[in-house]
């Protein structure tokens, strides 16, 4: 046995990083969840799992813990609190929740509930956004910001809501829609609340850098800003210019781009306030980042905690606002990647593998082998730390070899497989003393692309993580279970959909730092479940999933963790056979008659017999009602 124990394994994957309050490893070796942080009950992932499998719960499945999303809300409104009592701040902190990030009704309800005490309202942007919010929020004082591209239907129901007692607040993106505004109050004789949209020139920062800068999608130019509060002036209606909003683009790395935004922003602010709108509010947008690979230092990581986020918000802010004496604005953030992304945990099984290379290798009468065959045993033999560079440069030269003499035909197939199987076996013995030798990262690194296995995974990448395939996104991504042990063995992760772009190959190294394109994984035990969890994966996937290869939703449980034991809040099935296919536009009844059809013609021509055809048309029957993912009784 190896000296391997937990606390290895929770440092050779990161969770004491990336896993926050919510994610470690317990003394099983299994993955802990503790969703009210660490004070709080715990509950053991792989039992958990275990105990959902039994009540019909189907692999793939998504974990959902409302009590990470009222644990997020209490940790930004509370340092948003303790940021405005250290700096003596005058205005109020106000979140709202941008609905896009994740819709998901249950989860919406939560948020909405937990928010309840501190105000917290919602953000749309869009007009089913506003449509969900409208119905949903019932919380009195809370706001709802409208964003997004705006038609006068829009505009209108957003107004009449305030006569629902809503505190709704129509934000100008686009030039075009402040005269829609005007005109819509007008007619209803409703005294709008506007929101005016900056577009910054700080540049943003990471993978959504594109969302500030002059040439961004939304907000008003420096010079829209001077002609909207004309245009406010003359149509007597400044007084209803209530907010200043922007948005540099989610998941900031740096916080000096966060204070740079706020400073620009705050200029502004103070500006419009000297030209007579007094705006009440600075919205500073979404951007709070979080840190999916622990590192501190990667577009998916953050080089700052949520305390520092709030105290620079409301210290740059301060500072502008006491400058020109322009009195302080409430704080609104529309936080939602911070608020949402540790909720949710896709949990997925192993179906099996495609194992590359064999270990060791035993060769008896070497004499007798072909040279070819003798050089690589010899380096198999006698690869060290001092000699590894040069043997590694002749392992490369045989492999060539070995691929040249096999076409030109002096090789036979025999002989082919003996040095293929040899120089498997030197890969692995290479990246052993690799691993020991100083200098030889680069060697290590080419020799685990190289060995790593490919595990294949029952899940879809495209419907579950899709930035993993579309923007090389990390997500923490290990295995629930048998921490105890040494992970002997490296892999990428291949997903059900044919595409070859369908695959994890981009995981948390906390060796070198670096993203690695295998993850260290366990050996495969015959007739047992081996269970990976990808998590952080509460914001954006969701609903940016789609049904590549017809893989629709997994089933959902949300799950309420007590003292001693958990509660299941909610179970969500997911999307059947039926289901998916309605997409596309075929239907079931459809379908089957078709099938019906064939069979009775086959059963007349002889070549099907009826109960051929009956196990058929049950088969049929039953895929359509069916999970679109794998089954495997174990
Ligand atoms: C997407 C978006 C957000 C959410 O950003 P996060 O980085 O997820 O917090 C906030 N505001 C606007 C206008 C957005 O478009």
Same mark, same amino acid.
């Given at each position: 046995?190896? @000296?391997?124990?937990?606390?290895?394994?929770?440092?050779?994957?990161?969770?004491?990083?990336w896993?926050?309050?919510?994610?470690?490893?317990? &003394?099983?070796?299994?993955v802990?969840?503790?969703p009210?942080?660490?004070?709080?009950?715990?509950?053991?992932?792989?039992?958990?799992?275990?105990?959902?499998?039994?009540?019909?719960? *189907?692999?793939?499945?998504?974990?959902?813990?409302?009590?990470?999303?009222?644990? *997020?809300?209490?940790?930004?409104?509370?340092?948003?609190?303790?940021?405005?009592?250290?700096?003596?701040?005058?205005?109020?902190?106000?979140?709202v929740?941008?609905?896009?990030?994740?819709q998901?009704?249950?989860?919406?309800?939560?948020?909405? @509930?937990?928010?309840?005490?501190?105000?917290?309202?919602?953000?749309?942007?869009?007009?089913?956004?506003?449509?969900?919010s409208?119905?949903?929020?019932?919380?009195?004082?809370?706001?709802?910001?409208?964003?997004?591209?705006?038609?006068?239907?829009?505009?209108?129901?957003?107004?009449?809501?305030?006569?629902?007692?809503?505190?709704?607040?129509?934000?100008v993106?686009?030039?075009?829609?402040?005269?829609?505004?005007?005109?819509?109050?007008?007619?209803?004789?409703?005294?709008?609340?506007?929101?005016?949209?900056?577009?910054?020139?700080?540049?943003?920062?990471?993978?959504?850098?594109?969302?500030?800068?002059a040439?961004?999608?939304?907000?008003?130019?420096?010079?829209?800003?001077?002609?909207?509060?004309?245009?406010?002036?003359?149509?007597?209606m400044? @007084?209803?210019?209530?907010?200043?909003?922007?948005?540099?683009?989610?998941?900031?790395?740096?916080?000096?781009?966060?204070?740079?935004?706020?400073?620009?922003?705050?200029?502004?602010l103070?500006?419009?306030?000297?030209l007579?709108?007094?705006?009440?509010?600075?919205?500073?947008?979404?951007?709070?980042?979080?840190?999916?690979?622990?590192?501190?230092? &990667?577009d &998916?990581?953050?080089?700052?905690?949520?305390?520092?986020?709030?105290?620079?918000?409301?210290?740059?802010?301060?500072?502008?606002?006491?400058?020109?004496?322009?009195?302080?604005?409430?704080?609104?953030s529309e936080?939602?990647? &911070?608020?949402?992304?540790?909720?949710?945990?896709?949990?997925?099984?192993?179906?099996?593998?495609?194992?590359?290379?064999?270990?060791?290798?035993?060769?008896?009468?070497?004499?007798?082998?072909s040279?070819?065959?003798?050089?690589?045993?010899?380096?198999?033999?006698?690869?060290?730390?001092?000699?590894?560079?040069?043997?590694?440069?002749?392992?490369?030269?045989?492999?060539?070899?070995?691929?040249?003499?096999?076409?030109?035909?002096?090789?036979?197939?025999?002989?082919?497989?003996k040095?293929?199987?040899?120089?498997?076996?030197?890969?692995?013995?290479?990246?052993?003393?690799?691993?020991?030798a100083?200098?030889?990262?680069?060697?290590?690194k080419?020799?685990?692309?190289?060995?790593?296995?490919?595990y294949?995974?029952?899940?879809?990448?495209?419907?579950?993580?899709?930035?993993?395939?579309?923007?090389?996104?990390?997500?923490?991504?290990?295995?629930?279970?048998?921490?105890?042990?040494?992970?002997? *063995?490296?892999?990428?992760?291949?997903?059900?959909?044919?595409?070859?772009?369908?695959?994890?190959?981009?995981?948390?190294?906390?060796?070198?730092?670096?993203?690695?394109?295998?993850?260290?994984?366990?050996?495969?035990?015959?007739?047992?479940?081996?269970?990976?969890?990808?998590f952080?994966?509460?914001?954006?996937?969701e609903?940016?999933?789609?049904?590549?290869?017809?893989?629709?939703?997994?089933?959902?449980?949300?799950?309420?963790?007590?003292?001693?034991?958990?509660?299941?809040?909610?179970?969500?099935?997911?999307?059947?056979?039926?289901?998916?296919?309605?997409?596309?536009?075929?239907?079931?009844?459809e379908?089957?008659?078709?099938?019906?059809?064939?069979?009775?013609?086959?059963?007349?021509?002889?070549?099907?017999?009826?109960?051929?055809?009956?196990?058929?048309?049950?088969?049929?029957?039953?895929?359509?009602?069916?999970?679109?993912?794998?089954?495997?009784?174990?």
């Amino acid at each position: 046995m190896s @000296d391997w124990d937990v606390q290895k394994s929770s440092e050779l994957y990161g969770i004491e990083y990336w896993g926050a309050d919510y994610f470690r490893i317990n &003394s099983q070796g299994n993955v802990e969840a503790s969703p009210q942080g660490l004070k709080g009950p715990k509950i053991d992932l792989m039992n958990l799992v275990e105990d959902l499998i039994e009540r019909g719960i *189907r692999m793939p499945m998504l974990l959902r813990f409302p009590d990470i999303v009222k644990s *997020r809300i209490d940790l930004l409104t509370g340092c948003f609190a303790r940021a405005i009592k250290e700096y003596n701040y005058q205005g109020e902190y106000r979140g709202v929740y941008p609905i896009k990030v994740n819709q998901q009704r249950h989860l919406v309800e939560e948020i909405i @509930d937990h928010g309840r005490e501190h105000k917290f309202g919602l953000e749309a942007g869009s007009k089913p956004e506003l449509l969900i919010s409208l119905a949903m929020m019932d919380t009195p004082d809370a706001l709802i910001i409208c964003n997004g591209f705006k038609d006068p239907e829009y505009i209108e129901m957003a107004l009449i809501s305030q006569k629902l007692g809503r505190k709704t607040i129509i934000v100008v993106d686009r030039m075009a829609e402040l005269e829609m505004i005007v005109t819509a109050a007008k007619k209803l004789g409703i005294r709008p609340k506007i929101g005016l949209r900056a577009k910054l020139y700080t540049p943003g920062a990471g993978r959504w850098a594109e969302t500030s800068g002059a040439r961004s999608k939304f907000g008003l130019t420096p010079s829209e800003i001077v002609h909207s509060l004309d245009y406010l002036r003359q149509q007597e209606m400044l @007084d209803s210019l209530e907010l200043l909003h922007f948005h540099i683009g989610s998941q900031i790395p740096s916080i000096q781009s966060i204070k740079m935004a706020i400073r620009e922003a705050a200029r502004t602010l103070t500006e419009i306030y000297n030209l007579g709108g007094h705006i009440r509010y600075l919205d500073v947008g979404g951007g709070l980042g979080v840190d999916y690979d622990g590192s501190g230092r &990667s577009d &998916s990581s953050t080089n700052y905690s949520e305390q520092e986020y709030a105290n620079d918000v409301v210290s740059s802010l301060l500072s502008i606002c006491d400058e020109k004496k322009v009195p302080h604005p409430h704080i609104i953030s529309e936080s939602g990647r &911070s608020l949402v992304a540790h909720t949710s945990v896709l949990i997925f099984d192993v179906l099996g593998m495609n194992e590359v290379a064999k270990k060791d290798y035993q060769l008896t009468e070497v004499e007798k082998e072909s040279r070819l065959v003798q050089d690589l045993w010899d380096i198999y033999q006698n690869v060290n730390k001092k000699n590894i560079n040069e043997f590694y440069n002749d392992w490369i030269e045989k492999k060539r070899d070995t691929q040249n003499l096999y076409n030109y035909g002096v090789l036979s197939l025999e002989q082919r497989a003996k040095a293929d199987d040899l120089s498997w076996a030197i890969a692995f013995k290479m990246s052993k003393v690799a691993q020991e030798a100083e200098d030889a990262e680069d060697i290590l690194k080419e020799l685990q692309r190289e060995l790593s296995d490919t595990y294949f995974c029952n899940f879809s990448v495209f419907q579950s993580i899709p930035d993993s395939w579309a923007l090389d996104q990390l997500f923490p991504v290990i295995p629930i279970h048998r921490h105890q042990e040494e992970p002997t *063995r490296r892999a990428t992760l291949a997903d059900l959909t044919c595409d070859s772009d369908g695959h994890i190959s981009h995981f948390i190294d906390t060796t070198t730092g670096e993203p690695s394109e295998s993850l260290p994984v366990h050996s495969l035990k015959p007739q047992t479940s081996y269970y990976m969890g990808a998590f952080l994966a509460g914001a954006y996937q969701e609903i940016l999933g789609d049904l590549h290869n017809l893989f629709g939703d997994t089933d959902t449980v949300h799950v309420s963790v007590t003292e001693g034991g958990y509660h299941v809040d909610h179970v969500v099935e997911g999307d059947s056979v039926t289901e998916v296919l309605n997409y596309v536009e075929y239907s079931r009844s459809e379908l089957l008659e078709k099938v019906r059809r064939t069979t009775e013609a086959s059963i007349l021509r002889g070549t099907l017999s009826r109960s051929e055809a009956r196990l058929l048309l049950k088969h049929y029957e039953q895929g359509l009602a069916g999970y679109t993912y794998l089954f495997e009784p174990k």
